[in-house]
């Protein structure tokens, strides 16, 4: 199995839930470097999340951006996989995604999207909810 490339992933200094799903990309063996950003905008607009698709960090691994609460196991196959694409992107903070667990262990379901490089969005993996 071929190494993990690098992660990089762009944060507020204060967000909470951004330091649990870096520890979600650790455990699941992804090395990580984390770097605090007081404005997150020109990163996005660099790496090119479409608007509204937007959530608190912004990862950068293996040419791809990963926005938001992304399990590991979708990026593991978007680097396996490799489409012709720009990134993943979970819009918004979907309750029960990694990094925000809940306390009762339940889970709102949720999509993760595939951002085409022309900006076009698909789904790319559903995660069904959990009671």
Known sequence: EQA????????SPTC????????????????VESRNVDDMSPVKARVGVPPAKGSCHTAEVGGYFIEGHVPAEDVKRLLA??????GLTVPGMPGGSPGMELPDGSVHPY?????ARDGTVSPFAEHAGVQ
């Open 4 to 11: 993990l490339p690098l992660m990089v992933v762009h944060k």
């Open 16 to 31: 909470g839930c951004c330091n649990s799903w870096i520890e979600h990309m650790r455990k699941a063996g992804f090395k």
């Open 81 to 86: 996989e490799r489409p012709d694409a720009k």
């Open 111 to 115: 999509v993760v999207e595939l951002v």
